[in-house]
């Protein structure tokens, strides 16, 4: 053990006593009324079809506001690129609205306009979303024009090369933000050589890329037995098939399969990574390692232990560093899975001076997942948030749409949406615990800290060796 | 959404269908029954029974223009003070209940009021509206809560303006282009003035402007809104009206002179330019064209400004803003706003290159109008948008009782579609010639520290 981890067990042990203290929570005021009886979910009626060529349709008909969602996704995003091309996928995915066979980019963003629309494409690391919403009114204006930006891009001369200028001038506006470099230095970290390290597009990669080889890269990975099209709000079933088959029926598979991704790291090094940022007047932290796929079975019962842990305005992390001590503002904490793998990450901006104090008290937050049984109140209080917010978030239109659409990307059915509610309600504390040791256990985090090169060193230092990173 | 911050908060947005509007624009309308109680409370309820869910936000008419002087940053410290317990439910309670009932809350300060909003569950409505009340009768005035508090807004300010590259455009426009101290000061507040702050001045904001005549009281969702009167007669009935407290006109004539500065961002990266131009005031008739004119110009893919000067003459690497940008949308101010842009700029660019090209754009609207066909898209665009923002009951619930603490009108919410409607080529010429003019203009160029080679 080094004296480093022994400072740190002492710190611990001191720290554990108001907060076991704290756990013993007040009672609720005697007049509060309480909760009313929970009302049921309506259904969701999903319609799901295949089209001849294979591209699937799921629809959603949820009438009583007059817009429609849309996403289209196609499998092969920036994890499927070439290790020395990675990212090339995303910036093809921004210029499918910037121009088309029969359409110029003005033409495309007015008629949106004439339906109240908006349409547009972005790539996530397993797969290409072109997104699109409107008045209910404009369903097949919408329908036709996200056929034609999937399956007619043409990648004009010009709208590529203001693509590439503005993304060398965006990424160089970016490193200014700590968040951004913070992300980059702890995906690498945490993914190594897997290509889910990806955060963004090398400058010498955009100024590769020529129309030719975007038409290329589109060709190979634009097949409608590679995608599906998710369709929700107001509107009627069948009409809207009709409408699709009919911009979309005639599309043809010419491109080779996908080659599946290898499985992502299952763990990584408890390291101290230090970014430094000259003018950096906080420590922007990030501690976490790889975690679970999107499919994996603890990956519902990871989401709650997290919602416990850092990933509501109640957790731990939440209350013991902002509503206790007054280290950060906004403290939080995320379980992202993917389809071959994923991340969990504790993150937090404290000022300079907090964070060695900060980085224990989110070790002694994590450690204590594994070690002490959650209580029933605390559990079931996670739970019910779990449903609530699951319940919020599936309000909006273009949320449900994108949801179902990952769904289909992960390789899911549309029903886990509806089996995620009670399946969060099966998991017993035992298994919270279970999930504390195996996961959140702090000599098992990768911590990555972006700020001031000479006072944060000498907060990491307390930990262990620190290594001083370039990016 | 988990954190109460003093920054833009947006949200996605059911109506049921009213009469028919113009061909391709659905008309679409909020159901809105409103009961004002005998102590000044004033209640506004949305039914719709689609989801079990229901949005409460409760709005009370103070902000950033009415804090103390000597005390910047203080009508939103007090915002975080309300979450930190009161002599009934200590600290703690509040987040717990409402997170236990699966809910989510968070607060806002903006200039001319500050919101409170929960989204939930219907079942937790009771005890929400039980704390709701609670608060708005007493605060736990203690001093390990106020200086927490401190501390977690003074991070806050932190994270969103100090470490950030050009994080304060949004505080550098109003201070450079207003006269008036309610106008232009540090509404985030110096840490000097958020250290100074103490429990007396708590407890006195408190008494004068978190009463029943001050606050209004929006729900919507799954909800009866008879069942809703009740409750709140309820639960807020008995608290002792006061006096609504007065609101001074604040105002301000056009500017008569550019006002430029120049600051240098030692974080930034790459060069931005912020613009802002004082606007008329809400409800006027200029109102309405100037919301327009600032969707036409700015409003997205298709607008002149993103046509002309990120695509076509290729200065800008985006262009973002709008009327009342970024601190909110064209319907929600009342006080003084400014339409502003905000963009990073190329390396080909410079700030002059920039405005001479926003002047030409502004003068082809002022001197040649616009074609019908582009108006009327630019309507539809901006319907659809608003109902957007009234997609799921939290936003109903806290637009409607925006609209009726500044408008005086929850009602009027259904309005504002014939507002847009009524908008008249001729009206965006005479707007676009009043308002966006070079003595009104204020802009800020943030150099990056680096020079130049």
Redesign the interface.
């Known amino acids: 053990m080094t004296p480093t981890r022994h400072a740190l067990t002492l710190l611990l042990t001191v720290s554990a006593l108001p907060l076991a203290a704290a756990a013993a929570?007040?009672p609720?005021?005697k007049?509060?009324?309480?909760?009313?009886?929970?009302?049921?979910?309506?259904a969701l009626n999903i319609t799901q079809r295949t089209l001849p060529n294979g591209l699937a349709v799921w629809l959603v008909n949820?009438p009583?506001?007059?817009?429609v969602s849309a996403y289209l996704a196609v499998r092969g995003g920036n994890a499927h690129d070439a290790a020395d091309r990675q990212g090339i996928t995303g910036f093809m995915a921004g210029l499918l609205?910037e121009g088309t066979a029969t359409r110029t980019?003005?033409q495309i963003?007015?008629e949106?306009?004439?339906?109240?629309?908006?349409l547009g494409a972005f790539a996530s690391a397993d797969a290409v979303f072109v997104q699109g919403?409107?008045?209910?009114?404009?369903l097949p204006t919408l329908i036709n024009l996200l056929a034609d930006v999937t399956r007619h891009p043409n990648f004009p001369e010009k709208e590529v090369e203001?693509a590439k200028?503005?993304t060398l001038?965006?990424l160089?506006?970016q490193?200014?933000?700590?968040a951004f470099k913070a992300n980059r230095a702890f995906n690498t970290a945490i993914f190594g050589d897997h290509p889910y390290r990806f955060t963004s597009i090398a400058p010498q990669v955009v100024k590769a890329t020529t129309p030719e080889s975007l038409r290329a890269l589109h060709a190979a990975r634009f097949q409608p037995n590679q995608a599906v099209l998710v369709i929700s709000g107001d509107l009627q079933e069948a009409a809207t098939l009709k409408l699709i088959t009919a911009a979309l029926g005639d599309w043809k598979v010419t491109g080779e399969a996908l080659k599946p991704l290898k499985e992502a790291p299952a763990t990584a090094a408890h390291q101290f990574l230090l970014l430094p940022r000259p003018?950096?007047?906080?420590s922007?932290l990030r501690v976490g390692r790889p975690a679970l796929s999107a499919t994996h079975p603890d990956y519902i019962p990871m989401q709650l232990a997290n919602t416990i842990l850092g990933g509501?305005?109640?957790s731990r992390i939440?209350?013991n560093i902002?509503?206790?001590?007054?280290?950060?503002?906004?403290p939080?904490a995320r379980a992202a899975g993917m389809q071959v793998g994923g991340s969990y990450q504790v993150r937090a901006?404290?000022?300079t001076e907090v964070t060695a104090a900060s980085l224990m008290e989110i070790f002694y937050e994590m450690d204590r997942m594994g070690t002490t049984p959650v209580g029933e109140?605390e559990l079931?209080?996670?739970k019910?948030?779990m449903?609530?917010?699951y319940?919020?978030q599936n309000?909006?239109?273009?949320?449900l749409t994108g949801t179902l659409a990952t769904y289909w990307v992960n390789g899911q059915k549309p029903e886990a949406l509806s089996e995620f509610i009670p399946k969060v309600n099966a998991v017993k504390a035992e298994e919270v615990r279970r999930i504390g040791r195996t996961y959140f256990a702090s000599k098992d985090q990768t911590v990555v800290v972006v700020g001031d090169e000479a006072k944060a060193k000498a907060e990491l230092e307390q930990f262990g060796p620190v290594q001083i990173l370039k990016n | 959404m988990?954190?109460r911050s003093l920054t833009a908060f947006t949200?996605?947005?059911?109506?049921l269908a009213g009469p028919a509007g113009p061909a391709?624009?659905?008309a679409?309308r909020l159901p809105i029954e409103v009961k004002t109680l005998p102590n000044g409370l004033t209640v506004v309820v949305s039914e719709?029974h689609?989801?079990?869910?229901v949005g409460v936000s409760v709005v009370y008419r103070v902000g950033m223009r009415l804090e103390p002087k000597g005390r910047t940053g203080f009508a939103h410290l007090f915002e975080h003070m309300m979450f930190q317990g009161t002599p009934?439910?200590?600290?703690?309670?509040f987040?717990?209940?409402i997170?236990?009932?699966?809910?989510?809350?968070n607060g806002s300060t903006r200039y001319d009021y500050t919101n409170y909003i929960e989204?939930?569950?219907?079942?937790?409505?009771?005890?929400i509206l039980?704390?709701e009340a609670?608060r708005l009768k007493a605060l736990d005035f203690s001093p390990q809560n106020l200086?927490?508090?401190?501390?977690?807004?003074?991070?806050?300010i932190?994270?969103?303006v100090?470490?950030?590259?050009y994080g304060t455009f949004w505080l550098d426009l109003p201070a450079a282009a207003y006269t008036r101290w309610e106008n232009n000061h540090d509404g985030y507040g110096s840490f000097e003035d958020l250290d100074h702050a103490d429990l007396k001045d708590v407890q006195a904001f408190h008494g004068s402007y978190y009463t029943p005549s001050n606050a209004v009281l929006g729900i919507a969702g799954?909800v009866k809104p008879a069942e809703v009167f009740a409750l709140v007669e309820k639960y807020f009935g008995h608290i002792p009206g006061k006096p609504k407290p007065a609101l001074p006109d604040l105002k301000e004539p056009l500017n008569t002179a550019e006002i430029r500065l120049v600051k240098t961002d030692?974080?930034?990266?790459?060069p931005a330019v912020a613009v802002g131009w004082k606007m008329p005031a809400r409800g006027s008739k200029d109102h309405a064209p100037a919301a327009v004119l600032a969707e036409l110009l700015i409003g997205?893919?298709?607008s002149r400004i993103y046509?002309g000067l990120?695509?076509g003459k290729?200065l800008l690497?985006?262009a973002s803003g709008g009327l009342n940008f970024p601190l909110g949308g064209a319907w929600d101010y009342d006080g003084q706003t400014l339409f502003s842009l905000f963009s990073?700029y190329?390396?080909n660019a410079d700030a002059d290159k920039v405005l001479a090209a926003l002047d030409e754009i502004i003068a082809a609207v002022a001197t040649q109008g616009v074609t019908p066909a582009e108006l009327?898209?630019?309507k539809?665009?901006m319907?659809?948008?608003f109902?957007?923002g009234l997609?799921?009951?939290?936003s109903r619930a806290d637009s409607l009782a925006k609209a009726q603490a500044l408008w005086g009108s929850a009602a009027h919410l259904n309005e504002i579609p014939r507002l847009i409607e009524g908008v008249t080529v001729d009206d965006l010429k005479r707007v676009a010639a009043t308002y966006l003019t070079r003595p009104n203009r204020t802009v800020i160029d943030y150099h990056t520290a680096a020079a130049k080679p």
């Open positions: 929570e007040v609720l005021p007049d509060l009324p309480p909760y009313g009886a929970d009302r049921a979910i309506p949820r009583g506001f007059p817009k609205n980019s003005q963003a007015e949106l306009q004439t339906i109240g629309g908006e919403s409107c008045l209910s009114t404009g203001l200028a503005n001038q965006g160089l506006a490193e200014a933000q700590p003018g950096s007047v906080q922007t509501s305005f109640g939440v209350k902002r509503e206790d001590k007054g280290y950060t503002y906004s939080g901006d404290v000022r109140a079931q209080s996670a019910r948030y449903g609530g917010t319940l919020f309000q909006m239109l273009r949320a | 988990r954190f949200l996605g947005a059911a109506l391709k624009r659905p679409w719709d689609s989801l079990p869910t009934v439910a200590p600290k703690g309670v987040d717990r209940v997170q236990g009932g699966g809910g989510l809350n989204s939930a569950p219907v079942s937790a409505l009771e005890p039980w704390l609670d200086k927490n508090q401190q501390e977690v807004v003074k991070e806050e932190r994270v969103n100090k470490n950030q590259p799954d030692a974080l930034a990266r790459v997205g893919d298709a046509l990120v695509k290729a690497l985006n990073l190329k390396p009327e898209r630019t539809t665009k319907v659809a948008d109902y957007s997609e799921i009951p939290l």
